[in-house]
Structures are given as C-alpha cells and as structure tokens.
C-alpha cells in the first residue's frame, strides 16, 4: 500500500508561537520553523505537506471566515490526501471542530485537529507529542480505506469527537474533555482506538462543503437574580435569529412569569431557542422538572446533550441554511454529525 499523504493546516495557536524576546508575550511565527523545531516528523510512516494561513492567528480571534478558509483548504485537496491534521490554538478549538463537523457534509476521511499548551520551542513541550500522534492517528487505515472518518480533537494522549468537546483547563496538559461521549481513542504504549465509538457511516454523496454560517445569534446564560432588562435586551438585539439559553441542572430556568412571558413572545415573533444546560455532563430533559416544563410548552428547543460550543456552530449553521421555521426543532433536535446522543 502507498504511503498515507497527510496535509497539515497551520492555523495557528501556541503550538506555534514563539517568545517575543523583549515584551514576553507569546507571538505566531512562520510554519517552515515549526517543522524544523520537529525533525522526529519525518520519521514517519507517511507524506506530509504542509499548508499555512499567511497570517496564523491566536485561535481568540477566530471567527467564521477563517472557518470557511479551512474548509476551502480541506475540500480543494480532498482528493489528494487520506487525512488532514488542523493546529489550531486551544482556546477556540471545541468551536471550530465543532463547526467543521457540520461545514463538511459526507465527510469520510480524517480532519483532526490539534494544538498545544506550551510551544514546540519549550523544552517541556506538549506538542510534539500531540502533533506526531495526531499524524499517525490521520494516517491509519484499513486497506485505503481511512479507519478515523469524521472530525476529532485530540490533546493529551486522547483522540475526542470534535463536537463532543470542550476546554476544561487553561493551564494542564490534560486540557480538554467529552462529557458526553466516549473518547474514540487513547494513546499510550499502543494507539488504542475504540473502533465502536467511531462513525462508520458510509456516504453515496461526495463530500460538501456548507459554507454559509450566520452569526445573528446569542448566548445567555443564567444566574439566580438575573434582571429582567438584561433578559429583554438580549431577546430585542437587532436582527437576533437564535438564542442558545445556558440554564440549571436538566435544563431548569426561573418559573417567574416575566421571564417565560419574554421568551414565549420572542419565540412567537421567530426567535429559535435552544435550552442548554450549563452542568459540564449531561442532558436537558424539558419536563423532568416544574422548572422546565413551562419553557418546552412555549416552543424552546431542547439541545439534549450537546455542548455549548456545537450548540453555537449548529445554530450558525442552520441558521445559514434557512432551515423553513417549523422545521428547525426537528433538525435541531436530531443529531447531525453525532454531537448529540
Ligand atoms: N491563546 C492560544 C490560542 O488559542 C492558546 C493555545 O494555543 O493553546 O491560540
């Protein structure tokens, strides 16, 4: 079998900055040093070419158009390469992986993405490590047919579905978590792959690329004493399309009236609501509690299980698709890409 052709996108994030020898803060620098800083790379078992964002960016200002830029990255060299392996800055990670799982439709070759919590030049670097597993784990496959075929992160010794993760911890290795879900592997003296938490589905369709994101959307998320002016001037922000409702334990929120009289009016004039918990683990269960019941009677979406981060990329990507409004629950509440059970 010929080798794996691996293409890497440089993004940018730590993995790939260097210290600024005057100031100390920590600044992206060009690609070719980063792979000069990791010569074990050509060790590997596969081709790897690399691609870069002409200006990598620290993944805080990460925004949609960049999003599309990986996905143009991935769907023009689809066909050249077996696997892809994103680095990416920590910080927004969960939220790119998770809107690239919805951007790539019938994607059925890996699109891995990782990072790391000191830059590669730092003697106790975790990037290494991360960026040459998150190689060899893109790069396995049973007689050409790629055996990872959807969009993971992996950090730490852990390969996770994208969609289903969240950074956990500004400061430890071990900086990201699936609360819901399962890792899909581990890494130590052996790659461990969970092959049964994998997605295996098998598509007619080639691959497409869903570009359109809309970012007319909110987060909120409650406390107990939060004000009714807060809550009314979020629901009557200009043009606000979708609202993603950060509340209590299964999906609990205040029974006062003002509060559910806000929502059932916003949702009346159009407003999609989606009910999240705020827990770390876990689902919303509208009407396991009082607390709930009142918000599933005014139409508000339940979001199950899903985590922030792949609630905000569905959102936007819904949202974009123009999904006809009677509809929406439907495709909301239905997991997509696996990012709810
Ligand atoms: N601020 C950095 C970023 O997200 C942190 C990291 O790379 O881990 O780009």
Not at 204 to 224: H, Q, S, W, Y
Not at 279 to 308: A, F, N, P, R, W
């Amino acid at each position: 079998m010929d080798k794996q052709n691996i293409l890497l996108i440089y993004t940018g994030g730590t993995i790939g900055m260097i210290k600024d020898a005057h100031t100390g803060t920590l600044k992206a620098f060009d690609f070719d040093s980063l792979l000069i800083k990791i010569p074990e790379i050509r060790l590997l078992d596969c081709s790897i070419e690399t691609v870069s964002f002409e200006e990598p960016i620290d993944s805080s200002n990460m925004n949609p158009n960049y999003w599309q830029a990986i996905a143009k990255i991935i769907e023009s060299n689809y066909n050249d390469f077996n696997g892809f392996v994103v680095l990416h800055g920590s910080d927004t990670m969960s939220y790119s992986a998770s809107v690239l799982s919805f951007m790539l439709e019938n994607l059925e070759k890996p699109v891995i993405f990782t990072g790391s919590q000191l830059p590669i030049g730092d003697l106790r670097t975790d990037a290494k490590e991360n960026l040459i597993t998150s190689i060899q784990l893109a790069s396995l496959h049973n007689n050409g047919i790629p055996i990872i075929r959807e969009v993971c992160l992996y950090f730490e010794y852990k390969l996770y579905r994208g969609n289903r993760t969240t950074k956990i911890n500004a400061e430890h290795f071990e900086a990201f978590d699936s609360p819901n879900y399962p890792t899909l592997a581990e890494s130590g003296v052996h790659l461990k792959i969970n092959h049964e938490f994998l997605r295996k589905e098998k598509f007619e369709e080639a691959l497409i690329v869903r570009t359109k994101l809309d970012t007319n959307i909110g987060v909120l998320k409650l406390f107990p004493g939060i004000s009714e002016p807060i809550v009314k001037a979020v629901l009557e922000t200009e043009n606000l399309k979708g609202l993603i409702l950060e509340s209590y334990g299964s999906g609990n929120a205040t029974t006062d009236a003002w509060f559910i009289n806000q929502l059932g009016k916003a949702i009346s004039k159009g407003l999609h609501i989606i009910n999240v918990t705020q827990c770390s683990g876990g689902s919303v269960i509208m009407g396991q509690y009082e607390t709930s019941s009142q918000l599933k009677e005014i139409g508000v979406i339940s979001g199950k299980d899903i985590t922030t981060e792949a609630a905000v990329s569905k959102l936007m990507y819904l949202i974009g698709y123009n999904i006809k409004p009677e509809e929406f629950q439907f495709y909301f509440e239905k997991p997509l890409r696996g990012e709810m059970t």
